[in-house]
């Protein structure tokens, strides 16, 4: 047995213990007292995401209700753990009632995908026909082809979604090549443009002529410089006048 304390050391001691075991103890309550009010508050938000993923478990508006059940997704992790049973019995109710709608939303899905495959089929016929339209020789007969394969596009409905931009694009490609030999004939039959385009070309072929006669000047003078300025001019204005003359062909 070892030496014992005086009274008063061992009174100091034990204050000091039961002080430090009541401070821990409080801590301890405040902590707990802590966790189980943020479980009762995720518990609280998880219960309400739980009641908003039922209703739109039977949704049909499948693109929004995708979106709306990614957002219920997000806030659910952002809203903590519940205790351990109700944390997993919450899940368990709030996965049953996404399952049955994305389980719903791919029966669908399924379904339409085998629909717009045989769509997708038309298109792919209509589009070769249209790319067979090209280049455009009969202009007027093009675009009446061109009319009528648009009014069976259109009829045929939807494509699978990995198809559309792909098969859309390459109608687009062919409507605008037909589009622009329209533009083009448009001006060049339009008296309004023909003149200015021959106005044009009656400019450029005098401009042409008098620098001719300005370079056999400046060569038979035999000044460089002036040789150069006319060269560089001529041949400027020989590439606008044929530009020209092809606006008016």
Do not use: C
Not at 17 to 28: E, T, Y
Not at 80 to 91: I, Q, V
Not at 221 to 238: C, P, Y
């Amino acid at each position: 047995q070892g030496p014992k304390l005086d009274r008063e050391s061992e009174q100091a001691l034990w204050h000091r213990l039961s002080s430090a075991r009541n401070s821990f103890d409080k801590m301890r309550r405040v902590h707990f007292a802590q966790l189980s009010g943020a479980q009762n508050e995720a518990k609280s938000i998880k219960e309400d995401l739980v009641a908003q993923a039922q209703e739109l478990a039977t949704s049909t508006d499948w693109g929004s209700t995708a979106g709306a059940f990614k957002r219920l997704m997000d806030r659910w992790r952002q809203a903590g753990r519940a205790s351990r049973s109700d944390d997993d019995l919450l899940w368990q109710q709030f996965k049953a009632a996404q399952d049955a709608f994305f389980t719903a939303k791919d029966a669908v899905a399924a379904v339409e995908n085998q629909e717009y495959a045989a769509n997708l089929a038309v298109k792919e016929q209509l589009l070769a026909q249209a790319q067979a339209l090209l280049p455009v020789k009969d202009l007027e007969a093009t675009k009446a082809s061109l009319r009528s394969i648009q009014d069976r596009w259109d009829a045929a409905g939807k494509v699978p979604r990995a198809d559309m931009e792909r098969i859309e694009k390459a109608m687009r490609r062919v409507e605008a090549q037909i589009r622009e030999a329209d533009d083009r004939k448009w001006v060049s039959s339009n008296p309004e443009v023909t003149a200015r385009a021959q106005s044009m070309v009656a400019q450029l072929e005098a401009s042409i002529a008098g620098l001719r006669e300005e370079l056999a000047t400046a060569e038979s003078s035999g000044n460089q410089s002036k040789i150069a300025k006319a060269k560089e001019a001529l041949t400027a204005r020989e590439a606008w006048l044929e530009q020209a003359r092809r606006g008016l062909g």
